[in-house]
């Protein structure tokens, strides 16, 4: 675990120091008047935070757990609709095409109409999470449950294993790397989603808080909502790519000397 | 336990983009049970092909395979045939113990009453000791193809198809592993089908050797190896020896030689 938490940080200094240095120039072109009007200040942003932290948690919680299950029901539909659409060639071709279409649609214009039907509560959200956020996981699981190769598939014919054993012993591990990579990059797309289904019609949350300040020309909570975007579409991300290194273990990648 | 290979008539077509392509014509094989049998010959002659119909990954498009009197399904349902293809074909999430174990999880640990030797004495028996642990990828190419093998034998099975298993490695490993294969094959009285490139390798593993030409895969010779068990290194240099690997060669090349003698001077035999 020490070991762990010492590569993370390895990994991590750089990007975090990029993030300081930049934060603090543009803090001191701020003050030195170089930025317009409608730029604040990172403290400003900052300070926001430190005086009114009721306004961020109540305002980060429902975001949190209507992405989270927008996410956790566009998960259970994409995997079983890929391994549908892997077990029956027929349907690969109408599966994906959906997959691909819904991913097509513009949500900023379609989220009022949806909103039209389904209502303006938390379930609006959740749906445009979840249609947001499918498309990863789908092609994730499709890839991913056809990357055995045929020597693979042919040890397991030989053994004489049976449909459930090949798909136990080969096929759901080696579509593990694969699934992985689309929960991945489909959590900050939930987030987003969520937040875009705000804009529709909700009276909490980020996307709300967004909202607001825009209209009320609060320039420091508009930024304040972008980094909590930010940090949100980042812990989703962060989460997965955390679980990923404990699950699939094999995977090893050769570091070349610099 | 072990049966015999019987092949009878087997003819392959694969039928891709444009013309059918014949990739064997009525191939005849007899291997007796507790044999070692090769076949040789050109990239393309269908060797890998005629080994795949006996382990049941495909069916003949004519003629008839049995396997100790039963077709290749039945053996295969009956978990008698050990497969090592070219490459190794480990599972990666695997150990080195639990990839030799794959057959066992497959069969069934309860109903495992074909395997009579544990994974720890196959693992011995490899030369992987120590190494029960490791993940595939931590291993060299020769071991990882060791650890196929082991695989390969832990249900005891009745046959071993081998294609090309030592195909990638160096000449020093592959020596060393051919010797190790046939201590192991001798231990366990498997039958055993190679398919193999080197004409050496053929002779020195096997009790007979098919030779198949290609375009269309057919068996052009039948040589017997009159060399005694167990197979030492230093046979390599007896006079039996040169004269299968010469009866090989005239059986891959003799086409090809009359061709060139064709215009004039006579070949040397080389």
Redesign the interface.
């Given at each position: 675990m020490a070991s762990l938490s010492l590569s993370t940080l390895q990994a991590s200094w750089r990007p975090l120091a990029t993030g300081v240095i930049l934060l603090a120039a543009m803090e001191a072109a701020k003050r030195a008047n170089v930025l317009p009007i409608f730029v604040p200040a990172p403290s400003a942003v900052l300070l926001e935070i430190w005086n009114s932290p009721r306004l961020v948690v109540a305002n980060l919680a429902p975001t949190a757990w209507k992405a989270a299950s927008g996410y956790f029901i566009a998960a259970v539909v994409a995997i079983s609709a890929a391994s549908l659409a892997v077990s029956l060639r027929v349907l690969r071709g109408p599966i994906y095409n959906i997959g691909v279409m819904i991913n097509s649609v513009p949500i900023i214009a379609t989220a009022p109409l949806l909103a039209l039907w389904l209502g303006t509560g938390p379930q609006i959200q959740i749906a445009i999470a979840a249609l947001t956020s499918q498309f990863p996981m789908l092609v994730g699981t499709m890839q991913g449950l056809q990357a055995a190769d045929s020597?693979?598939r042919?040890?397991?014919?030989?053994?004489?294993?049976s449909r459930l054993?090949t798909l136990r012993?080969?096929l759901i591990?080696s579509a593990l790397p694969y699934l992985f990579a689309g929960f991945k990059i489909a959590a900050p797309s939930a987030v987003l989603g969520a937040i875009t289904a705000e804009w529709a019609g909700a009276d909490q949350g980020v996307g709300a808080m967004m909202l607001y300040a825009l209209f009320s020309y609060d320039t420091a909570k508009v930024w304040l909502s972008v980094l909590l975007t930010c940090l949100l579409a980042g812990a989703g991300f962060g989460v997965w790519a955390a679980i990923e290194r404990m699950v699939v273990?094999?995977r090893?990648d050769v570091d070349l000397v610099d | 336990m072990s049966r015999d290979i019987q092949v009878d008539q087997v003819s392959m077509v694969f039928y891709g983009q444009g013309e059918p392509v014949i990739a064997l014509e009525k191939v005849d094989m007899q291997v007796p049970a507790g044999q070692f049998a090769s076949i040789i010959g050109p990239s393309g002659c269908g060797k890998s092909t005629l080994l795949?119909l006996v382990?049941?990954?495909m069916k003949p498009y004519a003629g008839s395979i049995t396997l100790g009197g039963d077709t290749p399904r039945t053996a295969?349902?009956a978990?008698s045939?050990g497969?090592v293809?070219q490459?190794p074909?480990l599972?990666?999430?695997r150990s080195v113990k639990q990839n030799i174990e794959?057959?066992l999880?497959?069969?069934g640990r309860g109903s495992a009453k074909r395997s009579t030797r544990t994974s720890a004495e196959l693992i011995e028996l490899v030369g992987l000791s120590g190494f029960e642990d490791a993940?595939?990828?931590q291993l060299s190419g020769g071991m990882q193809q060791r650890v196929a093998i082991a695989r390969a034998l832990i249900l005891t099975p009745d046959i071993l198809l081998l294609d090309e298993p030592f195909g990638a490695l160096d000449e020093i490993t592959r020596q060393r592993m051919n010797l190790e294969l046939l201590r192991i094959w001798s231990e366990s009285g498997t039958s055993a089908l190679l398919v193999t490139h080197s004409i050496a390798e053929a002779v020195f593993m096997s009790d007979r050797v098919y030779v198949m030409s290609a375009r269309p895969g057919r068996i052009t010779s039948i040589i017997d190896v009159p060399l005694e068990r167990p197979r030492r290194i230093d046979m390599m240099r007896s006079q039996q020896f040169f004269e299968c690997v010469n009866r090989i060669r005239d059986g891959l090349f003799g086409h090809e030689q009359a061709q060139a003698a064709a215009p004039g001077e006579p070949v040397e035999a080389y």
């Open positions: 020597r693979q042919e040890l397991m014919h030989v053994l004489s294993a054993q012993y080969l591990p273990y094999w090893h | 795949r382990a049941d990954v295969r349902h978990h045939l497969f293809f490459a074909t599972l990666p999430w794959l057959p999880d497959v069969v993940l595939p990828h």
